[in-house]
């Protein structure tokens, strides 16, 4: 049977919300922390895919519906274009020769002393005052550990001196594991460490330990990897092969994934404060929405982590490991 104009609407605005809704919260994740032009384009495609469905479904929405969906997407077009100019490349300075400006003949005569020549006056361009680096900084603030293959990382591997008040990036990683909460092998990190925010992109046979992210977790291109955390939001994109394990309040959401596994934070990577069962927090890990699954059927993208399939407390890689050794035990690739 054919659906009524009622039930398009509803099926429409439901996956309207949500994208909208994961549009905005990434354009706020990238706003406050690391945003490149790379990651624009694809929100902006994204966001284009989005026009089209609209301009599809016209012909059965209601012309109140249809203005609402309309400011809402300008509204994400502007932010768009907001962050685009942000992350443009500057444009080279160079040095260019002033015209000079065309005078009228001097009537006065020529020098008596025509011995001496006089050079063509170069008159320099004017220069701006300096710019410091926080106004050429554009969106890099934070902590960034990136571009490692075959290596134990921990809090002394990250590109500055760590504080628990930064946004973190980790990027194009291969065959690596990551320990960023406190333990052998971080002695001097404290209990509560709690990063603002976290950006993770391209990376590939890797285990990542992190703790509490206070804000976003915005995850894409993970291949046959491990990542626990704490986060307010979770999304990953076009990754396969991840097993998740995380405390969240709010639904974890996935797009273009496939073969995604969720478990909840395990006990013993979390806060002292934590380690009571009475004030563990409630995780929604199972909550998982897919947007690339819109329907009423049960998404084929992902599935709990069966209990043998679990990392045990003692395999939890806390001290350095012979990352060789370690990962095959570790990574889903070698368990399902």
């Not at 469905?53 to 109140?64: H, K, N, R, S, V």
């Not at 809090?155 to 960023?180: E, G, Q």
Request: hydrophobic letters at 35%; aromatic letters at 6%; charged letters at 20%.
């Amino acid at each position: 049977m054919a659906e009524t104009n009622h039930e398009l609407t509803q099926r429409f605005y439901t996956r309207f919300q949500a994208v909208t809704s994961d549009l905005l919260a990434q354009l706020e994740f990238l706003r406050t922390g690391s945003s490149t032009s790379e990651f624009v384009e694809r929100l902006a495609a994204e966001q284009a895919k989005l026009r089209k469905e609209l301009t599809d479904a016209i012909a059965f929405l209601p012309g109140y519906d249809q203005r609402q969906c309309e400011n809402k997407l300008k509204d994400i077009e502007a932010q768009l274009e907001s962050l685009r100019a942000a992350t443009a490349p500057k444009a080279k300075f160079s040095f260019k020769r002033k015209a000079k400006p065309a005078t009228q003949a001097s009537t006065s005569a020529p020098p008596s002393n025509t011995e001496t020549t006089t050079s063509p006056s170069i008159v320099l361009p004017k220069i701006s005052p300096v710019t410091t680096l926080s106004e050429t900084k554009t969106h890099t603030s934070g902590l960034n550990l990136s571009g490692h293959d075959y290596s134990y990382l921990t809090i002394s591997s990250l590109s500055a001196p760590w504080s628990a008040a930064s946004d973190l990036t980790i990027s194009d990683l291969n065959d690596c594991i990551v320990n960023l909460v406190p333990s052998d092998a971080n002695p001097d990190v404290p209990h509560d460490l709690t990063f603002t925010a976290l950006h993770a992109r391209n990376i590939t046979n890797s285990v990542l330990i992190l703790p509490i992210v206070s804000g976003s977790a915005l995850l894409h291109d993970m291949n046959n990897c491990v990542i626990a955390l704490g986060s307010r939001q979770f999304r990953m994109h076009t990754s396969t092969l991840v097993d998740v394990y995380i405390s969240i309040a709010s639904n974890p959401i996935i797009e273009h994934c496939s073969a995604i596994r969720f478990a909840n934070y395990p006990s013993c990577l979390r806060p002292v404060s934590f380690t009571d069962a009475a004030q563990t927090p409630t995780s929604n890990y199972l909550a998982v929405q897919d947007f690339s699954h819109i329907r009423a059927t049960p998404s084929p993208n992902w599935s709990a982590l069966p209990e043998d399939k679990l990392i045990s407390k003692i395999e939890w890689p806390l001290t350095q490991r012979d990352v060789a050794e370690a990962l095959p035990k570790l990574l889903p690739a070698s368990s399902q």
